[in-house]
């Protein structure tokens, strides 16, 4: 078994900022991509910055220059910092990881999911 948790969402002004993690757990043998989406009512899940094992990152266009991901292997846990935030991140946060347990293929897990709120 294989959970993924979420931390760090809340309520924030416009400008203002917040970090978000989450953290694997369970019978985990090697993490890899971990990836943060996000779903505002009304819209579709959407990727916002993705991070391989070994650190290369990838940002959607929207959050490029405000959001940084990082991550540390030893704790199996990525960040989001979300700084400038705007209105329009409005939405539930989720993480995804790339997770072996052992086994030769690679499963996608998914997070339940934070709320993070902008106000103007």
């Known amino acids: 078994q294989v959970q993924l948790v979420e931390s760090g969402g809340g309520l924030v002004q416009a400008g203002g900022s917040l970090r978000l993690s989450c953290a694997a757990s369970?019978?985990?043998?090697?993490?890899?991509?971990m990836s943060w989406y996000r779903q505002a009512p009304g819209n579709q899940r959407e990727l916002v910055a993705d991070i391989t094992r070994g650190g290369s990152t990838n940002y959607a266009g929207s959050v490029k220059g405000r959001f940084t991901i990082s991550r540390d292997n030893a704790k199996n846990t990525v960040y989001l910092q979300m700084n400038s935030l705007e209105t329009e991140d409005t939405a539930v946060y989720y993480c995804k990881a790339a997770i072996s347990t052992g086994l030769p293929r690679v499963y996608d897990y998914w997070g339940q999911g934070t709320q993070v709120t902008v106000s103007s």
């Open positions: 369970g019978s985990i043998f090697r993490v890899n991509a």
